[in-house]
């Protein structure tokens, strides 16, 4: 299908796309990021914005940059400079490990981490990363720049804490610093698709056992979800072959999720993956 008219405008500066969403306040305006999730809705009509405000020449809203307890990684970068980022490999690997697994290249070079973020898609891999490592969001509103925690961000299905108007920055990325290690189990179909349940899992490592752990799971839900009761098992579970007391303490990683029922599956399917998919994880980060 073809979309409805909009208006089209290309700023060059945040401040400028700032001030024409303030103009256009109350008008359906929609920032387009890189168009991977947004373009297919309004060609679907399933969004008719009166217009449209372009933010991928703004160069300030491209980069990693590497501070001292933290990675920034600006909204406009898209998912293919994330996975090559060697700022990113190195400092926050569960980014980039999870950000590998997004569709195709095609879409991971035209997609972006913020649009990933914005969007909201529960069955989005990244949102999920950004529960586990409790990232911190970058948003330029009105009244100056504010952030949002991760646990605060995704409110319900394709909503977010973002306030008509607020332009997502980026995120604040914390440096787990030693012994931690990371990993993002996806179950899908094919090797492009969309997640039916993901697993991002961020284990720390203590003389051969598990001393801390962060589970967060994608798809389980309207919103990424932390497993805390599989997470509150996890310390002094050791890390040996086998993993009979690591499966025991992640048998409780479904709790208090709410899966959709689609085509690809039940939510007791879900609830069945996501243990399963969580013990993978976290023996994978652990080793
Ligand atoms: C075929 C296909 C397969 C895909 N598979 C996966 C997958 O397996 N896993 C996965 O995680 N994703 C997947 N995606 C989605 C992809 O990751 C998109 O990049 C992402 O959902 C949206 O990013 P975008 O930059 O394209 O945003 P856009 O589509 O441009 O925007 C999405 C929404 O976010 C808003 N927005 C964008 N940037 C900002 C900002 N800076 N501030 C405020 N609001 C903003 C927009 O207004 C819009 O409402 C897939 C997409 C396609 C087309």
Same mark, same amino acid.
């Given at each position: 299908?073809?979309?409805?008219?909009?208006?089209? /405008?290309?700023?060059?500066?945040? *401040?400028?796309?700032?001030?024409?969403?303030?103009?256009?306040?109350?008008?359906?305006?929609?920032?387009?990021?890189?168009?991977?999730?947004?373009?297919?809705?309004?060609?679907?009509?399933?969004?008719?914005?009166?217009?449209?405000?372009?933010?991928?020449?703004?160069?300030?809203?491209?980069?990693?940059?590497?501070?001292?307890?933290?990675?920034?990684?600006?909204?406009?970068?898209?998912?293919?400079?994330?996975?090559?980022?060697?700022?990113?490999?190195?400092?926050?690997?569960?980014?980039?490990?999870?950000?590998?697994?997004?569709?195709?290249?095609?879409?991971?070079?035209?997609?972006?981490?913020?649009?990933?973020?914005?969007?909201?898609?529960?069955?989005?891999?990244?949102?999920?990363?950004?529960?586990?490592?409790?990232?911190?969001?970058?948003?330029?509103?009105?009244?100056?720049?504010?952030?949002?925690?991760?646990?605060?961000?995704?409110?319900?299905?394709?909503?977010?804490?973002?306030?008509?108007?607020?332009?997502?920055?980026?995120?604040?990325?914390?440096?787990?610093?030693?012994?931690?290690?990371?990993?993002?189990?996806?179950?899908?179909?094919?090797?492009?698709?969309?997640?039916?349940?993901?697993?991002?899992?961020?284990?720390? !490592?203590?003389?051969?056992?598990?001393? *801390?752990? !962060?589970?967060?799971?994608?798809?389980?839900?309207? /919103?990424?979800?932390?497993?805390?009761?599989?997470?509150? !098992?996890?310390?002094?579970?050791?890390?040996?072959?086998?993993?009979?007391?690591?499966?025991?303490?992640?048998?409780?990683?479904?709790?208090?999720?709410?899966?959709?029922?689609?085509?690809?599956?039940?939510?007791?399917?879900? !609830?069945?993956?996501?243990?399963?998919?969580? *013990?993978?994880?976290?023996?994978?980060?652990?080793?």
């Amino acid at each position: 299908m073809i979309p409805a008219t909009f208006e089209y /405008v290309r700023p060059t500066t945040v *401040e400028e796309a700032a001030q024409i969403l303030r103009n256009a306040a109350g008008d359906d305006v929609k920032l387009l990021a890189g168009g991977q999730s947004l373009l297919p809705l309004l060609r679907l009509r399933l969004a008719y914005p009166a217009a449209l405000i372009d933010i991928g020449r703004i160069d300030e809203l491209r980069g990693v940059r590497d501070e001292p307890d933290h990675v920034y990684i600006a909204a406009m970068t898209t998912h293919d400079e994330v996975v090559k980022s060697a700022v990113v490999q190195e400092q926050c690997p569960l980014v980039a490990l999870a950000t590998a697994q997004v569709a195709d290249p095609a879409v991971r070079h035209r997609g972006t981490f913020g649009g990933s973020m914005a969007h909201a898609d529960p069955a989005g891999d990244l949102p999920a990363v950004a529960l586990a490592l409790d990232m911190t969001f970058v948003v330029l509103s009105a009244d100056g720049t504010r952030e949002i925690p991760a646990a605060e961000f995704f409110v319900d299905y394709l909503e977010t804490a973002l306030e008509p108007g607020e332009i997502l920055l980026g995120a604040k990325v914390p440096k787990l610093g030693p012994g931690w290690g990371f990993h993002y189990e996806k179950f899908h179909r094919t090797a492009q698709a969309w997640a039916i349940v993901g697993v991002a899992a961020a284990v720390k !490592r203590d003389n051969g056992t598990i001393s *801390e752990g !962060r589970i967060a799971l994608t798809n389980m839900g309207t /919103v990424p979800v932390r497993a805390f009761a599989a997470e509150r !098992r996890l310390p002094g579970v050791p890390i040996t072959n086998g993993y009979g007391e690591l499966r025991e303490a992640v048998s409780v990683a479904a709790e208090g999720t709410d899966p959709p029922t689609d085509l690809h599956g039940r939510p007791d399917y879900r !609830r069945h993956l996501a243990v399963v998919l969580t *013990e993978r994880a976290v023996r994978q980060a652990a080793v």
